[in-house]
């Protein structure tokens, strides 16, 4: 079942109390971290979703596909942990 969006107030406490948790040294179970991880990786995908959805409905420019591979690319680059050598993000 889909969760409902928090309004922006709701969000803005939850992000201060998760900043809060990390601050104090009060995330044990780092339930802080990962909120404010996934808010991170929320706004990169966000992007990308954007990118795709305007170069797939609009046409296939050269500047829509150099602007939906930057996303992909800062997306890439956030997963440090996940990185591979991928031809699929080479720079042409």
Do not use: C, I, T, W
């Not at 296939?60 to 591979?69: A, H, K, V, Y």
């Amino acid at each position: 079942m889909p969760l409902k969006k928090l309004d922006d107030e709701e969000m803005k406490r939850v992000v201060a109390l998760a900043e809060a948790m990390r601050e104090k040294g009060k995330d044990k179970y780092k339930l802080g971290y990962a909120l404010l991880y996934l808010l991170e990786r929320n706004k990169l995908l966000e992007e990308v979703r954007k990118r795709a959805e305007y170069y797939v409905r609009f046409g296939m420019g050269e500047q829509e596909l150099s602007n939906l591979r930057l996303a992909l690319e800062k997306m890439h680059e956030a997963d440090v942990g996940d990185a591979d050598d991928s031809s699929f993000f080479a720079k042409e």
